[in-house]
């Protein structure tokens, strides 16, 4: 059964190498490059690797395998590949012709919708805390409050790809975190995402790929749907509030984001460099910044994994810790900005 696992896992990982290796003339073809210049700081062109290896490597081999060993989860799974791959194709005609921001997102709520009307597996019917022995149903509203869930999601992790190995590295941890949650013979299909999340991660890391919003969307996508699909069916991940922790960070930062900008007479998605990744880094340099960054989305959910009865005191220590990060970078950032000031 191991091999069944690892072998998915590897071969995604390696067709992932190669794409990146050899895929860099297919991205100029298409346009698929992200040049410096203005807020774009880094130094040369650089290839956006996410959304062709979604669509080249994740969706076909998804589909491919359920395929070749059907099983229970065929159409969910098939389902979830679709979507993952609509939303890339979106988010790439988006980059080429800028589709204004409510038709994008009323866009991405009708393909979610559809799939989810489609396959009911995919609803969020039930919210459950306390390690599941709390809940309550969302009945009517459940199409509609999964559609926007997943709507904030994808943006939120769209908007927090800011720097090189944040998001990525934040799809490699969601997808490994699965994977370990999934039952076992829905396992070989995550491992499918996690080899690709894995050589992204490796090479976004450095600067030598960058998701685009193709790949940043696409994968919080397959991500999202994932999990809602997991946690119906998982001994793991066994209440809602443990995957509300899991994406809690970025999603908060964002509506934090929302709240100032609307209160400042600006559009709630007008870029800026007040999310939380660029304080954390004027204040304590990239590296730093995303050690800090991932501590504070996977040490909390990791012990909500192996201590369910404590998810809720750790959603809380998360919130109280964002909020004690946040004012301490923006202290110091307003501190040295006085200082040059004053000189």
Not at 1 to 15: E, H, R, Y
Not at 40 to 65: D, E, F, N, Q, W
Not at 125 to 143: C, H, K, V
Request: charged share 10%; aromatic share 10%.
């Amino acid at each position: 059964m191991a091999l069944t696992i690892i072998v998915p896992g590897m071969l995604s990982f390696l067709l992932t190498l190669a794409l990146i290796f050899k895929g860099g003339s297919l991205a100029k073809k298409l346009r698929l490059i992200d040049v410096p210049g203005g807020r774009k700081k880094h130094l040369h062109a650089t290839p956006l690797m996410g959304g062709l290896t979604i669509a080249l490597i994740i969706a076909p081999m998804m589909i491919g395998y359920v395929m070749i060993f059907p099983d229970y989860y065929q159409n969910a799974v098939v389902a979830i590949t679709s979507v993952g791959f609509l939303i890339t194709a979106l988010a790439i005609i988006d980059d080429r012709i800028h589709i204004p921001a409510i038709i994008r997102l009323l866009i991405s709520a009708l393909i979610f919708g559809v799939a989810m009307w489609m396959i009911p597996g995919l609803q969020i019917g039930i919210i459950s805390w306390a390690g599941g022995t709390e809940y309550i149903s969302l009945g009517r509203f459940t199409i509609l409050l999964t559609i926007l869930s997943l709507v904030a999601l994808i943006n939120a992790i769209n908007m927090a790809d800011g720097k090189n190995g944040l998001v990525t590295g934040l799809c490699f941890g969601f997808s490994f975190i699965l994977l370990i949650s999934a039952r076992i013979d829905l396992a070989p299909v995550l491992s499918i995402l996690v080899g690709a999340t894995f050589a992204l991660f490796f090479f976004n890391l450095n600067g030598r790929i960058f998701l685009g919003d193709g790949g940043s969307y696409g994968l919080a996508a397959l991500i999202g749907m994932l999990a809602i699909y997991i946690y119906q069916r998982s001994d793991i991940l066994i209440s809602a509030d443990q995957i509300g922790l899991m994406f809690m960070l970025p999603v908060g930062d964002v509506a934090r984001l929302i709240v100032v900008r609307t209160r400042a007479g600006k559009s709630p998605l007008e870029p800026d460099r007040n999310h939380l990744h660029h304080l954390l880094q004027d204040r304590i340099g990239w590296r730093n910044g995303l050690l800090l960054y991932w501590s504070m989305v996977f040490f909390p959910i990791t012990v909500a994994i192996i201590l369910p009865h404590l998810t809720i005191l750790m959603i809380l220590l998360s919130i109280v810790a964002y909020f004690i990060v946040l004012w301490a970078t923006r202290k110091s950032i307003g501190k040295v900005r006085t200082t040059r000031f004053r000189n």
